[in-house]
């Protein structure tokens, strides 16, 4: 039933065109028209999810104490997460609420630094690199081997910047009225593995999939093949729940066998042969970006126009003009994956506490100049919030 508002809303056109439609096509009938044309609610599968948390939670007596209507709405509407979350379990919001929460003068500088943090990553990161990804792949066919590359490592750093920097503003926001919620992301392109990038990417989707839909599933608990049906079935959900298109789910199913690789590499036996680490958060972070192409593209020629761009096309013929028309982006992307080792949401709560208040409201208020300097020509919508 919770379920109804979602699948109606989200996925009534995908089954229309990409289930029902794929069928009519190979039988020779056109249906490529659009079953319905309604604009999806914002925050509608963070909503579904709430609530999903918070029923199986209650009936399974993990979270042993019924809410009223008041306090479940609080819950479930709570404003700084509501949108594109974190995705908040009952024992994680509930108590909190029921606490009076006055504004304490420790929390303010905290608060403020860590929703400072999201907005710079939003406006002066992930904004003006997006411009220039999103004409990428409007026409990806053509292009020279710069473009591609840029659209590969562009993207990977638009939507870290773009989701992190709404979490980061959500979890200061939150701070600022004596709520603490959940981080969401530990420097997830530092990961040395695809099954360690799922706990480091939007971690509170991972848990949430995790508790309600592996485990259900029988986990790991059925020999190998049942872990890894498991696996991938868990994974192809969390794609199609990103978007109902094929190219998501194809993106799930990808990260659901590197999730399922990285419980095999586990056991195997290196011994002395290990790689060092930077090799293997080299090539997660990789993997990771050509299956961002997935996410990405509109479609799966797209999608594929892009990856054999970047693999195996080799053409510089106009990069040079491409290089210099977009410096500034490029130098946001090299300055990004220098600053990531050190994107802490503690360390930015502990220099905000004990640096001094006149030297963190000056930089609080430089940065909120840059970024509107900058963010005020190329602002968009947060990514998470299509989802």
């Not at 199913?253 to 036996?269: C, F, K, N, T, Y």
């Amino acid at each position: 039933m919770l379920l109804t508002p979602l699948l109606f809303f989200k996925y009534t056109n995908f089954i229309w065109n990409g289930v029902i439609g794929a069928v009519s096509r190979l039988a020779g009938v056109a249906n490529d028209e659009r079953l319905l044309s309604l604009g999806l609610p914002l925050g509608i599968s963070f909503v579904t999810f709430t609530l999903i948390a918070y029923l199986v939670d209650v009936s399974t007596g993990k979270y042993p104490h019924r809410a009223s209507l008041r306090w479940l709405l609080g819950y479930v509407l709570f404003f700084p997460h509501l949108i594109a979350g974190p995705i908040l379990r009952p024992h994680e919001l509930i108590p909190q609420l029921h606490r009076q929460m006055p504004i304490l003068r420790r929390n303010i500088l905290p608060g403020l630094a860590l929703f400072t943090v999201g907005l710079i990553k939003k406006l002066v990161f992930a904004d003006p690199i997006g411009s220039v990804v999103s004409e990428i792949y409007a026409q990806p066919a053509g292009l020279g081997t710069a473009e591609y590359l840029f659209a590969l490592y562009g993207y990977s750093v638009q939507i870290y910047c773009d989701f992190s920097g709404y979490t980061d503003m959500a979890i200061g926001l939150a701070r600022l009225i004596g709520v603490r919620l959940p981080g969401n992301f530990r420097r997830p392109y530092m990961a040395t593995s695809i099954g360690d990038f799922w706990r480091r990417w939007h971690i509170t989707l991972s848990h949430w999939l995790r508790d309600y839909v592996y485990i259900p599933l029988g986990g790991s608990r059925d020999g190998d093949a049942r872990t890894l049906r498991n696996i991938l079935l868990t994974m192809a959900l969390g794609g199609l729940w990103h978007g109902a298109n094929w190219t998501f789910l194809v993106w799930g199913v990808l990260h659901g066998v590197g999730v399922a690789a990285s419980r095999l590499q586990a056991r195997l036996p290196f011994g002395g042969l290990k790689p060092p680490r930077w090799v293997l958060v080299f090539l997660t972070f990789h993997v990771v970006a050509l299956l961002w192409v997935f996410f990405r593209a509109q479609d799966f020629g797209s999608a594929l126009t892009i990856l054999s761009g970047c693999l195996f096309s080799w053409s510089f013929a106009n990069a040079s003009a491409f290089l210099t028309a977009h410096a500034f982006e490029l130098t946001l992307i090299v300055g990004f994956f220098l600053l990531h080792p050190w994107d802490d949401a503690r360390r930015v709560r502990i220099a905000a506490r004990k640096a001094p208040p006149l030297v963190v409201y000056t930089v609080m208020a430089v940065a909120c100049v840059l970024a509107y300097s900058i963010g005020s020509q190329s602002s968009n919508q947060f990514i998470y919030f299509e989802f």
